[in-house]
């Protein structure tokens, strides 16, 4: 007799139906893919999805992408990566406890950041100079799974990814695009914290009363705190929510990270390299647009689209080298 016991994709959509939450999004009640494909014999349609977003290049860039220090000399630093993988695992956990479709929001948190600029939101934001409006990393990514480099997802992973940010006033058209909205930001609040204080920005003293009384000691306690909150509140609310109390905490801390971190005087300078840089880029391509590799360029687009495309898919060691190789003066040795 085999120790083992056989588990196919019409066993898990059966596991869905019984065992997820009324509101809970069922794999087999998907709005489908803009290609139709046949179904897999194993996965379930968001299990493919989460699948083809870890075996992306996109997802790959990430490890050399910036998330708040500048290429930071110490090696336990969170980069875009580790933050992802982060946000992955902080959601999977509130689905589980709240029954909703893990797969589903591990599929949106992987892919959710995959479009950010090199330089972080310092890149974006000079990305932004480029077009009306704002430039949106959201936006990006899902344009990298339909057009760049395309996975033909579900409409339910890309609609998670497009409005994960808090910015984006459309809100997520499941319960599973909102859980990431929230791990997104538990994580970055903890993870970015920790970093200042291994920096030498921060103590744990910095940090107000009022916040280490609500969420415990920065890290671990912080995490579990914000956590526990939005399956407290989701389970009194009948809806994924975050209890005010904890949400003002939030956002007080948010504020202090934006005052004596993200935006600190001290890290003007490379804020202002890294915009520097990125426009640099831009401006060079817009005018040799032909030098743009042709992996990275979709011929279909507009040439300022097909630059921001292949400058905002760059790693922040990349752009550095690129921008190295065009603009440093060259030394000629006789």
Do not use: C
Request: net charge negative; hydrophobic share 40%.
């Amino acid at each position: 007799m085999s120790g083992f016991i056989l588990r196919t994709r019409v066993d898990a959509e059966r596991l869905e139906e019984e065992l997820l939450a009324p509101s809970a999004t069922r794999a087999a009640g998907s709005g489908g893919r803009a290609v139709a494909e046949e179904p897999d014999e194993w996965r379930t349609v968001f299990e493919r999805d989460r699948d083809r977003i870890v075996h992306s290049k996109a997802f790959r860039r990430l490890k050399h992408k910036t998330q708040v220090f500048m290429n930071p000399e110490g090696d336990h630093f969170v980069t875009r990566l580790t933050h992802t993988l982060q946000v992955t695992q902080i959601g999977a956990a509130i689905a589980r406890y709240l029954s909703l479709n893990v797969s589903l929001t591990e599929a949106i948190a992987l892919g959710h950041d995959v479009g950010h600029s090199p330089f972080g939101h310092t890149g974006e934001e000079a990305l932004s100079e480029f077009v009306e409006g704002q430039w949106l990393h959201s936006e990006q990514s899902v344009r990298i799974f339909e057009v760049l480099e395309p996975l033909n997802l579900t409409i339910e992973v890309l609609d998670g990814i497009r409005a994960h940010p808090w910015k984006v006033t459309k809100p997520p058209a499941t319960p599973e695009g909102t859980i990431v909205r929230f791990a997104d930001r538990i994580a970055y609040l903890a993870h970015d914290a920790l970093d200042a204080v291994r920096a030498g920005i921060l103590t744990e003293r910095d940090f107000a009363d009022s916040v280490i009384e609500s969420l415990g000691e920065p890290g671990r306690e912080w995490i579990e705190s914000m956590i526990s909150s939005v399956v407290n509140e989701s389970m009194r609310r009948g809806e994924v929510a975050i209890s005010e109390k904890t949400l003002e905490v939030m956002l007080e801390l948010r504020a202090f990270m934006f005052e004596h971190v993200y935006l600190r005087g001290d890290a003007e300078s490379p804020r202002r390299r890294a915009r520097e840089i990125i426009r640099d880029l831009v401006g060079y391509y817009l005018d040799h647009p032909h030098e743009i590799p042709e992996t990275y360029r979709h011929n279909d687009a507009k040439t300022l689209t097909q630059v921001l495309d292949y400058v905002a898919g760059m790693t922040d060691r990349y752009a550095l080298r690129v921008h190295d190789d065009l603009f440093r003066p060259k030394l000629f040795l006789s």
